[in-house]
């Protein structure tokens, strides 16, 4: 029997992990203006990437996350290596289906590297539970949460403050402008790519303690970002976090008050809602957006 | 084309001495699984590489195909006759469901649109209970049987499917190599100047999204059979993938690229053994890199090839013959335009127009940059919707109306930059636009044979007459890409021609031809007016205009600050302060 | 000036329905203004834009003695260019404070001095330095624009068409402002629809008609030929008799 409080820290725990995703998602769009499909199969690799590490080098879990996060990075810029640079003058569609090709050999080379069994990644600060107020609940999930949000302000902070992340702005903004100016624009995609797979390396690492990391999770999760992405906003990064945060309620607690599986037709149901009343989305680029 | 018959026919006959002579009984069974794989692709290329459209659902119309048949089968007993139509019409039935509201979305969320179906379906049929067997699936599919006739695995099942692959190929190539796929191209390559020559892409992108449904259908059916066993993997994701690596890798426009792919990436994991189990990591990677070395698969490769060797095969000569315009004297005026307005972001693109015109009349547009000039024209031919005014063609309003429908109407256009397909024959780029004319295009055009045989050489003679009106008769037979400006401008023409319009709006035609070619190109103007057809000619070139235009219309900021002559505008002081400046500095 | 800040010989820039520039040679001595004058699709967006390096291009392009034809738009910029497209092309997400200081490379003191030195130029701004760029009037737009371009310390500012869009009374006050940068030392190439506006800042004028250089002079040498309306409207009415 499942408590309210523990629904919700679920809802906001798993949500929390999905942002990390989502954003990572949005990031790399903003970019280059292209869909990686790939990105949910980063996280998976990201996932067993820290699996793997923790066995080599018995670290906590905090450690092991920066290095999670930067092994991830690596394999972010082999993909926009591979996918995208070759591939920069061609319509975005022929991008959706290199990232797609990307995404299966990220599967299977999982799957060859590390066999079909689901493995887990270790808690980032001890697992077990935390009892507050006369609840009980999931240490793992309040850490995911803090992570993620350090995470999550850390990568505002970078974007709105640093030199760097004015120039990834700009880039992101109006490439060909950026350019003009003088900012080494392959080097900010780069940045972006190798900041948006870091983040899915987290989101990996972190959902792998509670859910197990598998090598077909990825397809799943890029659907799940690709909704949030669509209903807060193409293209914007507070909307990746609030849809992020909605797909995660709809799979934990409307789906906790009907079916899982009714609860997922719900969710699509808002998604084509959305598509048809506020193609937008909730945060979506006003109207007056020209300069 | 004598070639691509030879080769199918060579193929054939490959394919029925493998299976009848050499083959084993494993191996006529990984030759009726190629079989099916063929069929999926082939209903996949429609959508995904004609239509151009990014479906992600094709593993589930086939998934959905292979559980119909598994359920009508095993649970109730059905014979072939029921169970395989009925697999072919529930996929196209929920295609068609969705279709509406998915199609009409840009490109990456129709791709997610319909990989939220996949998902969604997969959910129902993983969650079906004891009607689908849940994660299980449905064993113990009986044979074929139709109406009480058993065909059993092995050559008869195999025999079976191939000849609906057969037929699957026939109607695809169809559809395809005639003048639909031609509309499908323009389509692709630039749907502005397709909507212009009143080709409805909502309508041939629902007709692709069907037909894929069908053919994964009927694709799914038929595996169900040769397996004997259903389970949701049919639905999964590496279904898509798989469907999508072969779509790719063998050339996603062309049929054998569907023969090519599915044999392909059947066998090549069957021959390579060591690849065991990670047949689907070399599908990535050969995904990975067609997409990046060879975007037209194995198919565009081969045919590349193939012309370098034999050189272009010269059709029969086409006899031209005339094309009549529409008679003088419809509802006069032709065109009224009443405080036409409309705002982008910040800026009032046009503030308030009003204009007349009358058939026969030719009227010229000047105005400096950012006056509005295309804008007006893409409000009155419908790519740009008003936000005020009211526009009257032949006294029905038309300001609410899509832009295929207008060029239907009878407005058609040419553009500023070249929107001909470059790698399409002069011939066949106006012959396109008479088929759209005519309402020849698309599905049940093609299952009436209107397309083809005595259609389409009237088709291609009206074309041929308009091409020689317009002093291009010379380059019929050859690639658009290939034409120097001046003869693209007199073909983009013949193929606004080719809609019989009533009015012809030319967005800047005297731009990059030559001193000599503006009197020929304003001498053929002149005779399309005298013949009842009106013109509005946006133009810089003020001397062009001189001598072309009855009446000029000058632009400013949105809004007319003139009207005249030629001769009254080149003098009138507003026109030259809009262009050269106020005095007062 | 001994040898040109800017020497572009003989350039060719090819378009989809033909040639959009051909055999242009332009010279731009150190501190003056040059205007650009040329009816639209006259090519003189695509003359700047193919400076910048954001269009492909034949010909041969010298920039302080060093030809740059084979260098990419950021490497060119780092060299001294500055741009300022037509319609400005602000990064319209970003605040007017971000949209100046991206453009700067130098140190951070270094920057927080420029921007000091940019806000001055144009006050209105440092009034504004926290609104994003999409909020700002068309004229505000237009002086963020070359701000920013001016963040880079460029040598040689191009201007393209700043005046689009514009109310007459913003854009008699950014002509004011243009000699005062060139004051500053930097050379000025401005593409500008207005001739009459054009001459009154101009030190030296190139007229352009379909794609080629038809008339180069002073304002004065060209005020009276005659020259540009037959270039632009086939007319034959000088401009000095115009009412």
């Not at chain 1, 906003?233 to 945060?245: C, F, I, K, M, P």
Request: aromatic residues 6%; hydrophobic residues 55%; positive net charge.
């Amino acid at each position: 029997m499942i408590t309210l409080a523990q629904l919700a820290l679920n809802a906001l725990s798993l949500g929390a992990a999905y942002a990390l995703v989502a954003l990572g998602f949005v990031l790399i769009l903003n970019a280059t203006g292209a869909v990686n499909f790939a990105q949910g199969d980063l996280v998976m690799a990201g996932g067993y990437l820290t699996a793997w590490f923790v066995v080599l080098l018995p670290l906590p879990g905090l450690v092991l996350l920066p290095l999670a996060m930067v092994a991830t990075a690596l394999l972010g810029l082999a993909a926009l290596a591979l996918a995208y640079f070759p591939l920069m003058r061609r319509p975005p569609s022929t991008v959706f289906v290199s990232t797609i090709a990307i995404g299966l050999i990220l599967q299977n080379g999982a799957v060859r590297l590390f066999g079909p069994e689901p493995r887990v990644t270790p808690p980032v600060l001890g697992g077990g539970e935390v009892h507050w107020a006369g609840l009980t609940l999931s240490r793992q999930s309040i850490s995911l949460i803090v992570v993620a949000a350090v995470l999550i302000l850390g990568q505002r902070w970078l974007l709105a403050r640093t030199r760097l992340g004015r120039q990834m702005r700009a880039t992101a903004e109006d490439r060909t402008m950026a350019a003009a100016l003088g900012i080494p624009v392959r080097a900010m995609i780069a940045l972006t790519f190798a900041l948006a797979a870091a983040l899915a390396g987290a989101g990996g690492m972190l959902l792998g303690n509670q859910f197990f990391v598998t090598p077909t999770e990825g397809s799943a999760l890029i659907l799940k970002a690709y909704v949030a992405v669509v209903i807060g906003g193409w293209g914007s990064l507070e909307g990746a976090v609030a849809g992020a945060l909605l797909v995660a309620a709809f799979e934990t607690i409307v789906a906790a008050l009907v079916s899982y599986t009714a609860a997922i037709a719900l969710l699509y149901g808002v998604l084509v809602a959305i598509l048809l009343l506020r193609p937008e989305g909730l945060f979506g680029e006003a109207a007056g957006r020209r300069a | 084309m004598n070639a691509p018959r030879g080769v199918a026919l060579l193929g054939a006959a490959s394919l029925i001495i493998y299976a009848v002579g050499f083959a084993s009984a494993y191996e006529l069974r990984v030759l009726t699984f190629a079989g099916c794989q063929v069929l999926m692709v082939l209903g996949y290329q429609l959508i995904f590489g004609h239509a151009g459209a990014l479906s992600l659902a094709q593993g589930a119309f086939f998934g959905l195909g292979a559980y119909v048949t598994a359920i009508l089968g095993a649970r109730y007993g059905a014979g072939f006759a029921a169970s395989f139509p009925l697999s072919i019409l529930l996929p196209v039935a929920l295609a068609a469901l969705i279709a509406v509201p998915v199609l009409r979305l840009a490109s990456h969320y129709f791709a997610l649109a319909t990989l939220g179906l996949a998902q969604v379906v997969l959910l129902a049929f993983v969650n079906g209970g004891t009607w689908t067997g849940g994660a299980l699936g449905i064993p113990g599919l009986p044979g074929v049987s139709i109406f009480g006739w058993t065909v059993a695995r092995g050559l008869p099942l195999l025999s079976l499917v191939w000849a609906v692959v057969a037929f699957g190929a026939f109607l695809s190539g169809r559809m395809t190599n005639g003048i639909t796929g031609l509309a499908f191209t323009m389509l692709r390559e630039n749907p502005l100047a397709a909507s212009a020559i009143g080709i409805d892409g909502a309508r041939l992108r629902f007709s692709a999204f069907l037909l894929s449904a069908g053919y994964g259908g009927a694709a799914g059916a038929l595996e169900a059979h040769t397996a004997g066993v259903v389970s949701p993997e049919a639905l999964g994701f590496n279904q898509l993938v798989t469907c999508l690596a072969m779509t790719v890798i063998g050339g996603s426009t062309r049929v054998a690229g569907a023969f090519l792919g599915a044999l392909l990436l059947t066998y090549l994991p069957e021959r390579l053994r060591f690849l065991e189990g990670q047949a689907l990591l070399a599908y990535g990677a050969a995904l990975l890199a067609a997409v990046i070395l060879a975007p037209e698969g194995l198919a565009g490769l081969l045919a590349r090839l193939w012309a370098k060797l034999e050189p272009v095969v010269r059709k029969d000569q086409v006899r031209p013959s005339p094309l009549i315009l529409p008679p003088l004297g419809t509802r006069e005026p032709l065109l009224e335009v009443r405080a036409l307005a409309r705002r982008f972001g910040g800026i009032e693109a046009i503030a308030g127009v009003d204009l007349t015109l009358a058939s026969g009349e030719i009227l010229g547009l000047i105005g400096p940059n950012g006056s509005g000039k295309t804008t007006l024209a893409n409000l009155v031919t419908g790519l740009t919707k008003p936000d005020r005014g009211v526009i009257r063609f032949q006294g029905r309003r038309i300001d609410d109306l899509g832009a295929f429908e207008i060029a239907r109407l009878g407005i058609a256009r040419t553009f500023q930059t070249s929107a001909l397909p470059a790698e399409v024959m002069v011939l066949a780029a106006v012959a396109v636009a008479r088929a759209s004319e005519a309402r020849v295009l698309g599905t049940a055009a093609v299952l009436h044979a209107r397309d083809r045989g005595a259609h389409r050489r009237k088709l291609d003679a009206e074309a041929m007459g308009l091409l020689e009106r317009l002093g291009a008769g010379a380059v019929a037979l050859r690639p658009c890409g290939d034409l120097p400006p001046g003869l693209a401008r007199r073909v983009e023409i013949a193929r606004a021609l080719a809609l019989r319009p009533s009015l012809l709006i030319l967005d800047e035609p005297a731009a990059g031809l030559a001193e000599s070619e503006h009197t020929n190109l304003a001498d053929t103007l002149r005779s399309l007016a005298a013949e009842g057809l009106a013109l509005i000619v946006i133009e810089h070139n003020m001397p062009f205009l001189l001598g072309l235009a009855g009446r000029v219309l000058a632009l400013d900021a949105g809004r007319v600050i003139a009207t005249g002559t030629p001769a009254e505008i080149r003098r009138d002081p507003r026109v030259m302060a809009s262009y050269l400046g106020s005095a007062a500095a | 000036m001994n040898s040109p800040l800017l020497a572009i010989e003989s350039l060719d820039v090819a378009g989809l329905a033909g040639p959009v520039l051909e055999k242009v040679s332009v010279t731009i001595d150190a501190g003056e203004v040059v205007a650009l004058l040329g009816a639209n699709g006259a090519g003189k967006s695509t003359l700047l834009q193919a400076i910048m390096g954001l269009l492909p291009a034949r010909g041969s392009i010298r920039f302080a003695g060093e030809e740059i034809a084979a260098l990419g738009a950021a490497a060119r910029a780092r060299r001294g260019l500055g741009y300022v497209p037509e319609g400005r092309r602000l990064f319209p997400g970003m605040t007017v404070r971000d949209n100046l200081l991206v453009a700067c490379h130098e140190s951070a003191s270094l920057g927080a001095q420029r921007l000091g030195e940019t806000l001055d130029l144009f006050p209105t701004l440092a009034e504004r330095l926290l609104t994003p760029a999409w909020q700002l009037s068309g004229g505000q737009q237009q002086m963020l624009a070359i701000g920013r371009a001016l963040m880079g310390a460029p040598r040689l500012l191009l201007l393209d068409e700043p005046s689009l869009g514009l109310a007459p009374l913003v854009i008699e006050q950014l002509m004011r402002e243009l000699p005062r940068l060139s004051e500053r030392g930097v050379a000025i190439l401005l593409a500008e629809q207005s001739v009459a506006r054009a001459l009154t800042v101009a030190d030296r004028v190139y007229a352009l008609a379909h794609g080629r250089i038809v008339a180069e002079g002073t304002p004065a040498e060209l005020r009276n030929s005659g020259i540009l309306e037959q270039a632009f409207l086939g007319a034959e009415i000088p401009l000095s008799s115009r009412p």
